[in-house]
Structures are given as structure tokens and as C-alpha cells.
């Protein structure tokens, strides 16, 4: 059952996109992180373009056609399967999200092409061992042939940096050699004192649900991967030379993203 009283982050991302799946809850919450960080829109059409031109190139330049993306959020334009099917018909992508309205629109996830598939998993990425242990991630995708991760803007609701590197660890363990991992993740990197104080102040009252890492942080949480150029970069940066103009700033967006291969 959907729960209208509680902030939920992929209904509050869903507002921020101009979609209509959220609550008034959600959008006060919404407007409260805009009021801190004007940029909040910007920063989310930016991390979905991030997720496209990471999917092209494992589809297109890594030969890579399977996917498990967690934290999927609401459906919205190019999602994961959409994007690798347009280049590889057969490619095959299980959805992760633990928000019941995900659930309620997976049908919108789950359309595929003919000699692929797709299947949708409600279940937390907090519960790592879990999601790898359950039938519609077996059935669908094939732990003998490498597999893209897809967490995309979820790790920083992980408040605890051990935690998230415990998660991310288990997941890739179960994958083969020759997986990768696209990562991407809020960091403070670009906050001035100002900015610092009033998230600082929005956390004490229990105002936000994410938690925001320095790029040794992130880079921490892939540890004994091999990064793909141009390494960890902000999601606006990243391999984004065909994107139109004008391009945001760094701060402005404030997301780190990367792609990391596993030996």
C-alpha cells in the first residue's frame, strides 16, 4: 500500500522532473531541498542523461546486454531498458525499487522487444543478498556473462559510508569478471559555507533523506574497480561533448557519476 503521509525519493525526484506521480508530502519536501539548492531540476535531467550515454556506450562499445538497475525510480523518458533495447534488441534489464507507485507503473517498465526481456523486483537495496536471491533476477538475467549495475542517485539515501560500501561490495561480488558498475551520486564538493550550514540544519530536523559524499568517498565505494574515462566526473561531464548548449556548472548539478569495469 502506497503511503501519502511519507516523503518517498522517487516520487520527490518524479515532482522535480515535472512528472505527476506525487503527493503534497512529496512535494513539500521537494520545494524545501529547491529553497536550499535552486538547481534541484537541473541536477535531475542531468543524472538521466548521465544514464543514457553510460547505457549506450556498455550497449553500443562494450557489448554488454543484460542489466540490473536498482533504485529505478518512476518511469520516465529512456529508461535503462528503452535505451539498450533501441541498440540491442535482446538486451535484458531487471528493475530494483522499493516504492509501491514503482510497482503500481512497472507495466511502463516492463515493455520490451520481442527477443528481450525485462522484469520488475520490488525489494530495498539495503537488502542486497535478497535481490540477488530472488527467481525474477535469476530467471532474467545470467550471472555467467558480465551484467551492467546500474545505482543511479541511491547510494546517498545510505547515510552510513561503510554501509553503502557493504552493499555495493555485495552486489558486484555476485557478478562476474567483466561487469560494470554505473554509479552516480550527490557529493558537497561545490556547496559554499552557506549551503553546508543550511543542509547541515535541514538534516538535524530530519528535512532530507540523503547524504552527500566527497569525490575520496565516492571513489571509496570502488574500490578495486577499473574506472572508465574520464574517471569519477559530474554527471553534466560525463562523455557529454554532443550535448546542446549551454551546459550547467558543476555546482549547479553537484552529482558525481562514473563507470567502473570489474577484472
Known amino acids: 500500500m502506497v503511503d501519502e503521509t511519507r516523503v518517498h525519493s522517487a516520487r520527490r525526484y518524479n515532482y522535480w522532473l515535472g512528472g505527476k506521480d506525487n503527493f503534497a508530502v512529496d512535494r513539500e519536501s521537494g520545494d524545501q531541498i529547491a529553497a536550499v539548492f535552486p538547481t534541484i531540476r537541473v541536477t535531475a535531467r542531468e543524472n538521466r542523461g548521465f544514464l ?4 549506450t556506450h556498455l550497449t ?4 554488454i546486454r543484460q542489466f540490473l538497475d536498482i533504485g529505478t525510480g518512476l518511469p520516465t523518458a529512456d529508461n535503462t531498458h528503452e535505451v539498450a533495447q533501441r541498440l540491442a534488441g535482446e538486451a535484458r534489464v531487471v528493475y530494483v525499487d522499493n516504492d509501491p507507485m514503482v510497482l503500481a507503473h512497472a507495466r511502463a517498465l516492463l515493455t520490451s522487444t520481442p527477443e528481450g526481456r525485462t522484469a520488475y523486483l520490488e525489494a530495498d537495496l539495503r537488502e542486497p543478498e535478497k535481490i540477488l536471491a530472488d527467481p525474477a533476477v535469476r530467471d532474467v538475467l ?3 556473462r558480465p551484467i551492467a549495475l546500474m545505482l543511479i542517485a541511491v547510494l546517498h539515501f545510505i547515510d552510513d ?13 555476485a557478478l562476474p569478471a567483466g561487469s560494470y558498475l554505473v554509479l552516480s551520486h550527490g557529493t558537497s564538493d561545490y556547496a559554499d559555507a552557506e549551503t553546508h550550514a543550511r543542509f547541515a540544519a ?6 532530507i533523506d540523503a547524504w552527500p559524499r566527497t569525490r575520496d568517498e565516492v571513489r571509496s565505494l570502488v574500490d578495486g574497480l577499473d574506472l572508465l574515462e574520464p574517471g569519477i566526473a559530474p554527471v553534466n561531464e560525463w562523455r557529454a561533448e554532443g550535448e546542446a548548449g549551454p551546459r550547467p556548472t558543476a555546482a549547479e548539478v553537484a552529482v558525481y557519476g562514473l563507470v567502473a569495469r570489474k577484472p
Open 52 to 55: 543514457r550515454r553510460a547505457v
Open 161 to 173: 559510508t561503510d554501509e553503502a560500501r557493504r552493499i555495493v561490495r555485495t552486489l558486484l561480488d
Open 142 to 144: 545470467d550471472f555467467d
Open 202 to 207: 535541514m538534516a538535524t530536523r530530519g528535512a
Open 60 to 63: 553500443a562499445e562494450a557489448g
